[in-house]
């Protein structure tokens, strides 16, 4: 990866004379949501003669940021960071993008080496990294970030104990996206907003067998077969304790259907093999998008560049449910947050950037809630105005999830969540195999877990 890093250069001659200034822009490069090919891209924006330009009474200001996510994701950020840069000229923003691989790659890397990004992106994983997080707590106490245009209920949801360290970019909840044109092809009936997996398996097999292609694209094993699967069963239970210290059950076999499920699915060609779910690796590689499967796992904030990726519409309904009239397991969640490192050598003009990508309505325009629905109500109020039919389907579900109702939830994962899941992963591959039963994968996955909390 190659970073072009331009510095504006200023002459101030002594009898004040004008100032010019140039910079060279760098080019782009692609990128990809789940790729394992890292891309990255550093821009900056063109300085011109104006009165504007830096002074010497100005510093210049360099803060470096980064992201993972869609090339449009990468397109719209990129222009909100110019917006910025030319209404504060002083201040040059470098920035780099990734595939969600890739940037956990490198900023892991970079935390190791006690040089993490002024501003990085994070999201569920957020509680790996508290220690290298800048809490905005004063911040918000000076003014210099406005969180006065929005509610407690979201501000926590980037809190830990006390803290706030940041303002989602976006609240947001998974879904399943599908094209009803197919399942009208197929004869199945459209999904509503109380199916259950029941229905998603018949729904799958049948359109297997009537259009001959996958039933289902990739769903989310873990969230919807643990962290939902398990808030299904009732109100009172969760995958993870509330107290995060342990496990919110203790029945091994509530694991048990969902992994029976995806073996049944696969064995019958109605979902991808593990061979072919490796095929899958952005948005515009999802079997959804390519015509090969009706439906498939979605953030919500992802359906419209889903739909756009597949040039056709998209409907998104709940994840489905264990029973019609039971518990959805869903919650409003953020979908993820600009951190300012702990180590930044600009943390004031970094928090001066956040308030503004978080606040500005014009920024908010062009990044259209690509990272979910804001949480500020007067930009979210401006956007309502110009929404495309897609972008209010995706108001409204994130609505009707907000309505559900939940139990006690977990804001946060705990740390022993990622170990976790890639055992769970592990082993439901190891049932598709016939290395293992539903039910002893149920039991190995439930003492997996629990013995990492007893470490």
Request: proline share 4%; charged share 25%; aromatic share 10%.
């Amino acid at each position: 990866m190659m970073l072009k890093k331009v510095l504006a250069v200023v002459l101030v001659l002594v009898l004040s004379l004008s100032i010019m200034g140039c910079s060279n822009d760098a080019e782009n490069t692609t990128d990809e949501v789940t790729s394992s090919t890292d891309n990255s891209s550093n821009e900056e924006s063109t300085d011109t003669e104006s009165s504007n330009e830096t002074t010497n009474d100005e510093e210049e200001i360099v803060l470096r940021m980064a992201w993972w996510g869609s090339q449009k994701r990468h397109d719209i950020t990129a222009e909100v960071i110019a917006l910025y840069e030319s209404q504060n000229p002083n201040v040059k923003i470098e920035y780099e993008f990734y595939d969600f691989d890739g940037y956990i790659t490198n900023l892991n890397t970079l935390v190791a080496a006690n040089d993490v990004w002024d501003l990085f992106q994070l999201g569920g994983n957020f509680p790996t990294y508290l220690d290298r997080i800048l809490p905005l707590n004063d911040y918000i106490d000076q003014g210099i970030i406005d969180a006065s245009n929005t509610t407690d209920a979201f501000l926590k949801t980037t809190q830990f104990e006390d803290m706030q360290l940041s303002l989602s970019s976006g609240v947001n909840t998974y879904g399943i996206a599908y094209d009803p044109e197919m399942f009208a092809q197929a004869g199945v009936p459209e999904p509503t907003n109380e199916w259950t997996w029941a229905d998603y398996e018949a729904a799958a097999m049948k359109i297997h067998e009537e259009l001959g292609i996958f039933g289902s694209s990739k769903i989310e094993d873990f969230i919807a077969g643990a962290s939902m699967g398990i808030s299904q069963e009732g109100f009172d239970y969760n995958f993870f304790a509330p107290s995060n210290v342990q496990l919110g059950f203790d029945d091994p076999s509530m694991l048990e259907d969902y992994l029976a499920m995806r073996k049944r699915l696969v064995d019958a060609g109605a979902y991808p093999d593990p061979g072919a779910l490796s095929e899958i690796t952005d948005i515009e590689s999802d079997f959804l998008v390519t015509g090969e499967a009706p439906m498939t796992w979605v953030a919500a904030n992802q359906l419209p560049t889903l739909a756009e990726a597949a040039g056709k519409e998209l409907k998104i309904v709940p994840v489905p449910r264990k029973e019609a009239n039971g518990p959805s397991g869903m919650t409003i969640q953020s979908s993820q947050m600009f951190c300012i490192a702990k180590g930044s050598e600009h943390p004031e003009e970094a928090a001066k950037f956040l308030n503004f990508f978080i606040n500005d309505v014009e920024a908010n325009k062009i990044l259209a809630a690509e990272r979910g629905i804001p949480i500020v109500s007067n930009v979210r109020e401006a956007l309502e105005t110009d929404l495309t039919d897609v972008q209010k389907r995706m108001y409204d579900y994130v609505d009707l999830v907000g309505s559900f109702e939940t139990g006690v939830i977990n804001v946060i994962s705990p740390p022993e969540q990622a170990e976790i899941q890639d055992y769970y992963e592990l082993v439901l591959t190891q049932v598709i195999f016939d290395e293992k039963t539903p039910a002893e994968a149920a039991e190995e996955i439930f003492n997996f877990a629990t013995d990492k909390f007893n470490q």
